[in-house]
């Protein structure tokens, strides 16, 4: 007889979060602080949506002129959001993440965000499910994908020393010289 397992039992509690005013830049910022390729973006309890590094990555090409470190993240961020609730099976979940193309869905009780479960949280709680299915081989990748997406953003924000005043910061490349924030509002 097979076990009933819960997204509840395996979602992340302690997700990751900003607020809906909270720029890019500050978002590209806590990825990296955090090492996480995807935010949620609540205030209180309420949903409002998820950031993720490719939506990132979106707006800095399309929106590149009204400048990174001026948009908020709620003109961004995904609104329309697939939910799962915390006593759905994590069969229902992957069916779910599947159906829909995606890797992550908040956790949603009482119209509140509880918390966040992704492909990575299911297969580390139970990887022998899936090491001889064809969604072991979807899952290794999107987790290939992801991997790539995280060393594109690492290539565009790093931290290390500022060549112009030599601060510790995250860094970007500013017509070939590699500089703070600071630094290059001063430009």
């Keep these: 007889m097979e076990q009933r397992i819960r997204v509840g039992d395996v979602m992340t509690r302690n997700f990751i979060h900003v607020k809906p005013e909270t720029t890019l830049i ?7 602080k955090n090492r996480v390729g995807s935010l949620v973006v609540k205030e209180s309890d309420k949903l409002h949506g998820i950031i993720t590094e490719k939506d990132i990555v979106w707006a800095l090409t399309k929106k590149a002129n009204k400048g990174f470190e001026n948009i908020p993240v709620k003109d961004v ?3 329309k959001i697939i939910t799962i609730k915390p006593e759905a099976s994590i069969h229902e979940a992957l069916d779910k993440m599947n159906k829909h193309k995606i890797r ?3 956790v949603i009780s009482n119209k ?3 918390g966040y479960v992704t492909l990575k949280d ?3 709680f139970l990887p022998e499910v899936f090491e001889s299915t064809r969604e072991f081989e979807k899952i290794k990748e999107e987790t290939d994908k992801m991997q790539k997406s995280e ?3 690492k290539g565009m924000f790093h931290e290390d020393l500022c060549e112009e005043c030599g601060n510790y910061d995250i860094l970007t490349n500013i017509d ?8 290059r509002d001063e430009m």
Excluded: F, L, N, Y
């Design 151 to 153: 060393s594109a953003m």
């Design 122 to 124: 299911i297969v580390k």
């Design 176 to 183: 070939g010289r590699i500089i703070c924030e600071s630094c």
């Design 26 to 32: 500050d978002c590209a910022r806590t990825m990296i």
């Design 77 to 79: 961020a995904r609104r």
């Design 104 to 106: 992550r869905m908040p």
């Design 112 to 114: 509140k965000i509880i």
